[in-house]
T-cell receptor
Framework: GIQVEQSPPDLILQEGANSTLRCNFSDSVNNLQWFHQNPWGQLINLFY???GTKQNGRLSATTVATERYSLLYISSSQTTDSGVYFC??????????????FGSGTQLTVLP | DTGVSQDPRHKITKRGQNVTFRCDPI?????LYWYRQTLGQGPEFLTYFQNEAQLEKSRLLSDRFSAERPKGSFSTLEIQRTEQGDSAMYLC?????????????FGPGTRLTVT
C-alpha cells in the first residue's frame, strides 16, 4: 500500500546536539512537507520540499525524490525543539491530487 | 493573514449527539481539507474542497459525517449520532496554488471527546 514511514519513532537528545530525522515514501510524490506539532496539537509548517534542499536557521531538509526519501536536520537543538515531527506527502499513485499521507511521526525530546 | 481558524477548540459530547465544527481558511485560499488525528498517530485525510465543490472523500468519512463549504469560504464538518470512536482531533487545512505548489497550512484543530 501507499506508505510514508518515519524513523526513528523516538529520539532523546541533550541540548546542543544535532539530529537527523528520516522519511521514506513508497512512490513518487508531488508534494512533501515537514511539520512540527506543538504540545497543543498545532501543526507548524517547517518545509515544503518535494525535491532538493532548503535551510531555515538551524533546520534544513533534503529530499531525494528518485530514491524516495527525505531528511530533516536539526542542528544545535534547543528544548523548544521538543515535540512530534511529521513528514507528509501527496503520493502520485494514490489517485488523489491533494491528499497528504502522513507518517507516524518522530517524538523528539531535548533535555536541558 | 490570520491563519486557519477552527471553532470550537474543544468539544465534549455524549454518545448519540450531533456535533458541528467550523473552519475558516486563510483568506483567498481556494482549497480546504479536513483531517482526523487520533492519539499517537499522524493525521488522516477525510475530505477536500476546491471552492465550494467537494472533490475527494476518504473511506473514513462514514455516512454519519458530512462536510460543506457553501460559499467557497468557511467549511463545516458535522458528525451525527456520535460514537466513542469518533473521539479525535479534527484538523482543517487550506492551500492556494502558488508557483505550482500546493503547500497546506493547518488550523489549531478541534478536539472532540465523546463520553
Amino acid at each position: 500500500g501507499i506508505q510514508v514511514e518515519q524513523s526513528p519513532p523516538d529520539l532523546i537528545l541533550q541540548e546542543g546536539a544535532n539530529s537527523t530525522l528520516r522519511c521514506n515514501f513508497s512512490d513518487s510524490v508531488n508534494n512533501l512537507q515537514w511539520f512540527h506539532q506543538n504540545p497543543w496539537g498545532q501543526l507548524i509548517n517547517l518545509f515544503y520540499i518535494p525535491s532538493g534542499t532548503k535551510q531555515n536557521g538551524r533546520l534544513s531538509a533534503t529530499t531525494v525524490a528518485t530514491e524516495r526519501y527525505s531528511l530533516l536536520y536539526i542542528s544545535s537543538s534547543q528544548t523548544t525543539d521538543s515535540g512530534v515531527y511529521f513528514c507528509a506527502a501527496v503520493i502520485i499513485s494514490s489517485g488523489s491530487a491533494r491528499q497528504l499521507t502522513f507518517g507516524s511521526g518522530t517524538q523528539l525530546t531535548v533535555l536541558p | 493573514d490570520t491563519g486557519v481558524s477552527q471553532d470550537p477548540r474543544h468539544k465534549i459530547t455524549k454518545r448519540g449527539q450531533n456535533v458541528t465544527f467550523r473552519c475558516d481558511p486563510i483568506s483567498e485560499h481556494n482549497r480546504l481539507y479536513w483531517y482526523r488525528q487520533t492519539l499517537g498517530q499522524g493525521p488522516e485525510f477525510l475530505t477536500y474542497f476546491q471552492n465550494e465543490a467537494q472533490l475527494e472523500k476518504s473511506r473514513l468519512l462514514s455516512d454519519r459525517f458530512s462536510a460543506e463549504r457553501p460559499k467557497g469560504s468557511f467549511s463545516t464538518l458535522e458528525i451525527q449520532r456520535t460514537e466513542q470512536g469518533d473521539s479525535a482531533m479534527y484538523l482543517c487545512a487550506s492551500s492556494l496554488r502558488s508557483g505550482g505548489t500546493y503547500e497546506q497550512y493547518f488550523g489549531p484543530g478541534t478536539r472532540l471527546t465523546v463520553t
